[in-house]
Nanobody, 129 residues
């Protein structure tokens, strides 16, 4: 059974930075990808960035390209999401999850969120002055 635990959220001013961490335990062959997702109040959950755990390649939503970087530390079983130049519209609960890659066009990621069966509890990110 895969378990995921997020940390690192908080309150930050516009233009600021945060780094989220997702500790992954357990392994199952039914996922190839660790993704970061977010959900703002009243909005649907959306994919932000992902990394394939075997290949190590990364993909992003268009809205965060150039500002967010996903990475991993295999020795620590941890996937990070480094966020720079944060905007108020980045506010939401950020989740990490394990599942299939979904569709990619170049470096842009289009996940099928319903295919993600393993989720963390989420961490709140608030961007506000």
């Amino acid at each position: 059974q895969v378990q995921l635990v997020e940390s690192g959220g908080g309150l930050v001013q516009p233009g600021g930075s945060l780094r989220l961490a997702c500790v992954v335990s357990g392994f199952t062959s039914d996922y190839s990808t660790i993704g970061w997702f977010r959900q703002a109040p009243g909005k649907e959950r959306e994919g932000v960035a992902c990394i394939r755990h075997r290949e190590g390649d990364t993909f992003y939503a268009e809205s965060v390209k150039g500002r967010f970087t996903i990475s991993r530390d295999s020795a620590k079983n941890t996937v990070y999401l480094q966020m720079h130049n944060l905007k108020p519209e980045d506010t939401g609960v950020y989740y990490c999850a394990a599942g299939p890659l979904g569709t990619v066009y170049g470096s842009t990621w289009f996940p099928v969120i319903t295919q993600y069966k393993h989720w963390g509890q989420g961490t709140q990110v608030t961007v506000s002055s």
